[in-house]
């Protein structure tokens, strides 16, 4: 079946613009995951959703980070007025439920901010 | 702070030979850890959980076991082959959801 889908799959902005990051988890997967990985540095999280609520924000690191889930289903991360220090690789996951389940993750939008 | 350290050099191994892989954690309780693989320019992709109350886990040619009292977990790959070169990521969890990444170890298995 098909796995986690992200798109784009590079984006390149320029700094101060405002850019959105797509999501299609797994069909009939309630929960769902951003992660960010820098250069060198493990995963960050960011915010999960589990269906299209987001009990746990805690991650986004300024309030220039925002997500939102549709239908159970596609999920969008907006950044605002973009920053040198945004560029990374944005992963996304989903999991069959909220539980000690296995994430199947996305290939991730590498973000370029000039 | 809630620290995940592994190793921080790069493995570099003889094909045939057993790679060991070590993920350590301080101020952490996790309920349980997972073992994910990453190659270059791709997402992870899950290997193996433990729970906090297992000792040992296995599947074909991997190996993890987890001692809460050393607050580490070692992560073997046996027989290796060439195609087990990628970077291998610990991952803790405290609870149902939210998972906590090591840097990852990035292992080199020569043919």
């Known amino acids: 079946g098909a796995g986690v889908s992200q798109s784009p799959s590079n984006k390149v902005t320029e700094k101060g613009k405002d850019v959105e990051l797509r999501c299609d988890p797994i069909?009939?997967?309630?929960?769902l995951y951003w992660y960010r990985q820098s250069l060198g540095q493990g995963l960050e999280f960011l915010i999960y959703?589990?269906?299209?609520?987001?009990?746990?924000k805690s991650g986004l690191p300024s309030d220039r980070f925002s997500a939102e889930r549709t239908g159970g289903s596609v999920s969008t991360l907006t950044i605002q007025r973009t920053q040198q220090e945004d560029s990374a690789v944005y992963l996304c996951?989903?999991?069959?439920?909220?539980?000690?389940?296995?994430?199947?993750f996305g290939p991730g939008t590498r973000l370029t901010v000039t | 702070s809630q620290k995940i350290e592994q190793n921080s050099e790069a493995l570099n191994i003889q094909e045939g030979k057993t790679a060991t892989l070590t993920c350590n954690y301080t101020?952490?309780?996790?309920?349980?850890l997972q073992w994910y693989r990453q190659d270059p320019g791709r997402g992870p992709v899950f290997l193996l959980l433990?729970?906090?109350?297992?000792k040992e886990k296995r599947k074909e040619r991997l190996k993890v076991t987890f001692d809460t009292t050393l607050k580490q977990s070692l992560f073997h790959i046996t027989a290796s082959q060439p195609a087990d070169s990628a970077t291998y990521l610990c991952?803790?969890?405290?609870?149902?959801?939210?998972?906590?990444f090591g840097a990852g170890t990035t292992v080199t298995v020569r043919a």
């Open positions: 996951a989903s999991s069959l439920k909220r539980s000690t389940s296995e994430q199947y």
């Open positions: 069909s009939g997967h309630t929960a």
């Open positions: 959703f589990q269906g299209n609520s987001a009990p746990d």
């Open positions: 101020n952490y309780s996790p309920a349980y």
């Open positions: 433990i729970r906090e109350n297992e």
């Open positions: 991952a803790l969890s405290s609870n149902d959801y939210k998972l906590s």
